[in-house]
């Protein structure tokens, strides 16, 4: 299993953003797909979540209206728009897949990409 965030880096206060996870190594269209956030000193957050068809998706409270999960199964990526930044949505996004079969599960994350929101 293999996840590969992109599209992150600076960006000032009011500003857009469209991060990619291009994701590997399993079904991707039979997964919902995750992604989180850590900002410095704190602890990593759940952002927003797709479930795998796309018909389904909720948000943080401090993310709903101004970002938009999405997807596309043909391409095996997953998307965040963000929009209208503001400095507190500063921290590395990650992309998650929580997947599982049988008897077991297991949480795969990709290794980041950094979002910095400054004048």
């Known amino acids: 299993v293999q996840l590969v965030e992109s599209g992150g880096g600076l960006v000032q206060p009011g500003g857009s953003l469209r991060l990619s996870c291009a994701a590997s190594?399993?079904?991707?269209?039979?997964?919902?797909m995750n992604w989180y956030r850590q900002a410095p000193g704190k602890e990593r957050e759940w952002v927003a979540t797709i479930t795998r068809d796309g018909g389904s998706t909720n948000y943080a409270d401090s993310v709903k209206g101004r970002f938009t999960i999405s997807r596309d199964n043909a391409k095996n990526t997953v998307y965040l728009q963000m929009n209208s930044l503001k400095p507190e949505d500063t921290a590395v996004y990650y992309c998650n897949a929580p997947l599982s079969g049988r008897q077991w599960r297991r949480d795969y994350w990709g290794q980041g990409t950094q979002v910095t929101v400054s004048p």
């Open positions: 190594g399993f079904t991707f269209s039979r997964a919902d």
